[in-house]
């Protein structure tokens, strides 16, 4: 059975990314009946749906926009942000969504901003992310100039503006309230809630946050009805998903699959196993802050609950393969490098817990650790976690003490045999973190032929 | 009055407390006696940060621990605080260890060692050893980031109370944090020294040994040292502050919280200008001039006779010239000595408010909670009374308009011109520019009026205005005096006499001049009467100050050896608490002696000054004094060819204390004349170039930077700059 697509079914067999195109394959209908519909009818319509936050916290989109209160219970003026700062490790979907069909999430936008009766709508793009930007911006330009956006869209008396925003550089900003404290101009660090961005969000005014590929969705759910989207999929978790597979695994890449089916569906059947008659060892299942399932929990189904089930979350849906070639120890540094890395600063448990957690994995990869600094790690991981500001603590100390958990006797290795039993064969071997392997090119000599 | 705030009932480690709705849950714990440690919380720096997660308690029904400092106290809440729950314990340490991590433990070499939140807390909540077995960060330390201000970034514990100050209380801007994570440092905005008014704060804020100050740094143990309550008389706000004293000396100067009057703050020249108690030049002896030898040192009883012989020989020929920073009691004998025991009537007095204004007093804390502010007069509040500058700020935050209107102001009006300006407003039809300023001051519930002008009429026309706006129960108008306790030496002066006098404005010579201060001394018009008198008697600091045309100079005290009553802007009497022991004499005990000789019984024993002034007489209307500095009338400003009118103000970090202060030389103003963008645009003068200032015969040549608040026509410079130069000044490129 061919998989259901919902996201990229417009994309199936042509290229959308033109207006022209786009509309050829039904695009921009769904605003149009939109507009027709009362805002609180749209909103009815995603309650319907049953659709799910896609960017990781899995929050019911149409409930997210009932928080909001109606333009004339507020003074301030009400704004949606999209969050299109992908930067969990491991993630690559909002940047296919963008690429493929950019009016797609235009018009996602235009119709989730009628249903909350924005005023406008700010796109936060990852900096990384140009290619995409140039093609959302050229979308834009396009919609602009077919009276799509901006005043009076498609004579409805509706008018709203949507502004692209690049960012700079890092994770955080990928957090709803350091999203808008970004945006706003200020140093990307987040905000201690309440007040939630519902009532207190960008300009302290109220705000709706989505990720790309929930508003990518939205104009199919208009299309389809909600509660026809919400056949696809399973209880709890409606609908469909991009998945990024990737790591040890013969077909990496974006697959959209309706929520329910197994991690082995995925992993072998859609991307073809491990390659190279090798064994898979663990599978990171949501993105690099989600906890670590083994080769045992293969079975587990991709959705909210049967995750939860697991011990661990859909999270982006990144599911990253680790085949036995990778030393979990290694594994564990990388991570807690990208989070002590990315750690903002602000909050204590994550700023000092992260950097701490760096060093004792070091210490343990070196063979240097003591018998007391597993649990030392494990208590470390402990004091962090629900701790934090913000889930970024959390991010860091929920995968390593899943690492420990599953994978302890090979961190207890270490510390027996002072140093890496895979004696640097790990397929991690010398595969630094971004940021130290900048650190190390810096160091690098140049040298000057004679 | 609105309705009292509904009561909750909370239950705090088992026991139960009512507070009214809202109100934090640190503040709740505190109302049961129960402690919930905070490093990030600070109510007065805006809504709260939850970034140290100190305060890490358990609330029932939530599964994580929630950071009390965000939370306020909703009816059947149950919180566990670390004395009733493992789990906030763990939490509690847990914050504590990760701070300690690479916090260096130098705490015997740190200023802060022994009153440092951080050991208090580490001490209660914290571990008892560390974990901790890799290196610690380390950085370069310590930096200067003023002349004033040293920064440990070792110790510092990213609390961004600092930070927080710089950009939400002060609004300066110039403290922020750098980098990310374990690596955040805080830092000056582009490495600039932080030059601010109110800098002296962070140090304040600061719950560790990060930021110390530099004045005071290695000086003393907290063990060491004795703290004294007093109120700071650098200016007419009058903040209320501890005194903090080793052997003998002052040591440092920090904030004591007085809500209604500063809110805890303390700008830098009250918390830094103390070292000019140790000045090189400071008096410490009576000086008497005698003839063919100079200045001499005296002991103090030939003073005495030399000063009684003075003023004996002027007769009733006698004027008395007060600077504004006397106590009341100093006041009050010098007053009576020359009123009753002379028989004399003249005084410069340096400020003469008109007490029309006392019917709409109100404490500063006011103004934060008005919906309208107006601010009228030439000089910038910021430098006059720095304090209500800050006010004016939480206001503004607070969602008030504040409305500046004078030739810096958002409204521009001429210099010389807030008279017209306040019965412009009161007037049953203003003109144009201030119709909608009109209007929502007379639509406002609460108002708030300042007036910052060398005018002391002032205070009757923003009554006119307030009594025009019926301002009620919650508004205030305030008059910024120019000197410290220039109301209270004019009450003073004026509870002791009937009111006959001679005329000070002619040029017949006078018998004696009393001149009463260092402050005094730069009195352009006491140096004019100085050359008019046969006997001069000076009470002054600083010998630099006083040599020049005095015969008997008595060495003077500074505020922080004075016992007295103050009266600030609020028209609130405050009482100096004597911190360290003046040279010789005090003012008082001189004057007091003196006073005897001419048949006047004043007691050298403080008195309790409120009482007195209590009773104070109504102002008569044959004021025999002369006022301040004559205020200019409205005038238009100029504008045309290099034609200005110039504004001269009176900078904060200036006079005789700050001069001897070596590490706020920085915080002087510097040279320079602020132009209004569009005339330096038109004339090509840009920020930074050299330019001449001209009237008659004076010049002076001064750096420009552009200030396009400025209104058209008006060029600004800090009076220390402006030395000769008339009102009306022609500015060209040097």
Redesign the interface.
């Known amino acids: 059975m061919a998989p259901r697509h919902v996201v990229f079914e417009l994309a199936e067999s042509a290229d959308v990314t033109r207006l022209s195109d786009y509309e050829r394959a039904g695009g921009y209908e769904s605003l149009r009946k939109a507009l027709a519909m009362e805002p609180a009818q749209v909103i009815e319509e995603l309650l319907a749906s049953g659709l799910r936050g896609r960017g990781g916290a899995g929050f019911p989109m149409g409930r997210k926009a009932s928080f909001l209160p109606k333009p004339d219970q507020t003074p301030k003026p009400i704004y949606l942000a999209v969050n299109a700062d992908e930067s969990e490790p491991g993630t690559f979907k909002d940047r296919e969504i963008m690429l493929r069909v950019p009016h797609q999430v235009i018009e996602g936008i235009l119709i989730s901003s009628y249903a909350i009766q924005a005023r406008a709508a700010f796109v936060y793009i990852r900096g990384e992310y140009l290619t995409e930007y140039e093609v959302l911006r050229t979308a834009l330009e396009e919609a602009l100039d077919r009276g799509l956006v901006g005043a009076n869209i498609l004579g409805s008396g509706y008018s709203v503006t949507i502004v692209l925003h690049r960012g700079a550089g ?1 994770y ?1 900003c990928g957090e709803e309230t350091g999203l808008l404290e970004s945006l706003e101009g200020k ?1 990307g660090q987040p905000r ?1 809630k ?1 007040p939630f961005p519902a009532i207190a969000g960008l300009y302290a005014a109220p705000t709706l946050i989505n990720n790309v590929e929930t508003l990518a969705t939205v104009p199919r759910i208009l299309a389809l009805g909600g509660e026809n989207y919400a056949k696809l999929g399973v209880e709890n978790s409606s609908g469909t998903r991009v998945f990024s597979l990737s790591g040890n695994v013969a077909r990496p890449g974006n697959y959209e699959l309706e929520l329910g089916m197994s991690l082995r569906d995925l992993i072998v059947g859609i991307g073809g196993g491990v390659p190279g008659g090798r064994q898979l060892k663990a599978v990171i299942p949501g993105g690099s802050s989600t906890p670590v399932l083994t080769a045992d929990e293969l079975d587990t189904r991709l959705d909210f609950d049967s995750m939860a089930r697991a011990g661990t979350m859909l999270g982006s849906g990144a599911v990253i393969v680790i085949d036995d070639r990778c030393c979990m120890v290694q594994l564990a540094l990388r991570v807690a490098q990208f989070y ?17 957690m760096v ?2 994995i070091r ?1 343990i990869e070196q063979g240097a650790a003591g018998q007391g600094e597993l649990d ?1 790690l494990l208590n470390v991981c402990d ?1 962090i976690l ?4 913000c889930p970024l603590g959390d991010a860091a100390a929920m995968p390593v003490a899943s690492y420990v958990a599953k994978f302890r006797s090979e961190f207890q290795r270490h510390i027996d045999e002072g140093g890496c039993p895979f004696r640097g064969t790990s397929s991690l071997e010398g595969v630094l973190a971004p940021v130290d392997e900048h650190h190390a090119r810096a160091r690098a000599r140049i040298e000057v032929p004679a | 009055m609105s309705a009292p705030p509904e009561q909750v009932t909370i239950t705090i480690d088992d026991r139960s407390v009512s507070v009214p709705k809202g109100t934090g849950l640190v503040e709740s714990a505190l109302q049961a006696g129960i402690e919930i440690p905070v490093f990030c919380y600070e109510p007065r720096l805006g809504p ?7 305060c ?1 308690v358990e609330i029932e029904g939530l ?3 929630q ?1 009390a400092c ?1 939370l306020s106290a909703q009816d059947g809440m149950v919180v566990r605080t670390s004395a009733t729950s493992a789990q906030a314990a ?2 509690q340490e ?2 504590l ?3 300690l ?2 916090h260096p433990l130098d705490c015997p070499d740190c200023d802060k060692g022994g009153e440092c939140p951080l050991q208090d807390l580490t001490l209660r909540y914290g571990p008892g050893t560390s ?4 290196q610690k ?1 380390t950085f370069d330390k310590p930096i200067p980031i003023s002349p004033l201000i040293a920064l440990d970034r070792e110790r510092c ?2 609390c ?1 109370r600092c930070t927080r100050f710089s950009e939400q209380v002060a609004e300066d801007g110039q403290l ?2 750098l ?6 440092i805080i830092a000056t905005f582009e490495d600039e020294p932080y030059r601010a008014h109110f800098s002296g704060n962070v140090i304040d804020l600061c719950p560790v040994g990060a930021l110390t100050s530099t004045v005071y740094r290695f000086r003393a143990r907290p063990w060491e040292i004795q703290n004294v309550p007093t109120v700071c008389a650098m200016c007419p706000v009058g903040c209320n502050v501890w005194a903090t004293t080793r052997e003998g000396k002052v040591a440092r100067v920090l904030a004591r919280n007085h809500p209604e009057v500063d809110g805890g703050w303390l700008c830098d020249k009250g918390r830094f200008a103390h070292d000019h108690l140790r000045a090189a030049d400071r008096l410490t002896e009576p000086i008497r001039r005698i003839r063919m030898r100079g200045l001499v040192a005296v002991p103090w009883e030939e003073a005495l006779d030399a000063a009684d012989e003075g003023l004996r020989a002027a007769g009733a020929s006698v004027c008395v010239a007060f600077s504004g920073g006397e106590t009341v009691e100093q006041a009050d004998a010098l007053s009576r000595l020359v009123r009753q025991g002379l028989g004399a009537d003249v005084a410069l007095l340096p400020d003469d408010p008109d007490p029309a204004l006392d019917a709409f007093r109100a404490p500063l804390a006011a103004i934060r909670s008005a919906n309208v502010c107006l601010v009228v007069g030439d000089e910038p509040v910021l430098e006059r009374a720095p304090i209500v500058d800050l006010w004016l700020r939480a206001a503004r935050r607070g969602g008030a308009e504040v409305v500046t209107v004078g030739p810096a102001g958002a409204i521009a009006a001429p210099p010389g011109s807030a008279a017209a300006i306040c019965a412009a407003l009161a007037a049953s039809s203003p003109p144009e520019e201030l119709r909608e300023l009109a209007r929502d001051l007379r639509e406002a519930d609460r108002v708030a009026l300042v007036w910052s002008g060398d005018d002391d009429t002032g205070g009757r026309h923003l009554a006119g205005l307030a009594a025009a706006l019926e301002l009620g129960e919650g508004s205030g108008a305030y008059f910024l005096p120019r000197t410290p306790n220039g109301r209270g030496v004019a009450q003073a002066w004026r509870a002791a006499g009937d009111g006959r006098g001679i005329d000070p404005s002619g040029d017949e010579a006078l018998g004696a001049l009393i001149v009463s201060g260092d402050e005094a001394l730069r009195d352009t018009r006491v140096v004019a009467l100085a050359d008019r008198a046969r006997f001069v008697l000076t009470t002054a600091m600083f010998m630099n100050e006083a040599a020049g045309q005095s015969h008997v100079i008595l060495p003077g005290t500074g505020y922080l050896e004075r016992d007295g009553t103050v009266v600030n802007l609020e028209g609130r009497s405050q009482r100096l608490r004597r911190t360290v022991e003046p040279p010789g004499w005090d003012e008082l005990a001189f004057f007091a002696q003196l006073a005897r000789r001419f048949g006047v019984d004043v007691d050298p024993w403080t008195r309790a000054g409120v009482d007195e002034l209590a009773a104070l007489p109504a102002r008569s209307g044959t004021a025999p004094v002369v006022a301040a500095p004559a205020a200019r009338g409205p005038q238009r400003a100029a504008g045309a060819g290099g034609d200005f009118e110039l504004v001269r103000y009176r900078a904060l970090f200036s006079g005789a204390a700050v001069e001897r202060v070596p590490q706020l030389a920085f915080q002087r103003p510097a040279a320079e004349v602020e132009l209004p963008g569009g005339d330096a645009s038109r004339l090509h003068i840009a920020t930074g170039e050299r330019v001449v200032l001209r009237s008659g015969e004076v010049s002076r040549e001064l750096a420009a930077r552009v200030n396009r608040r400025l209104a058209p026509g008006v060029a600004r410079v800090a009076e220390e700059h402006a030395d000769g130069l008339a009102d009306s000044v022609r500015i060209e490129k040097a």
């Open positions: 890092a955080i140093r201690t309440p002590r890395h990315e750690s903002c600063g602000k909050c204590t448990p994550c700023r000092e817990g992260t950097r701490w060093e004792i210490r030392l004091r629900g701790r934090c500001l | 709260p940060l939850g970034a140290c997660r100190m890490l599964p994580k621990l950071a965000t763990d939490g847990g914050v260890e990760f701070i991590l690479n974990r901790m077995v890799v960060r514990i990213l961004y922020v944090a980098n990310r994570g374990a690596s955040s």
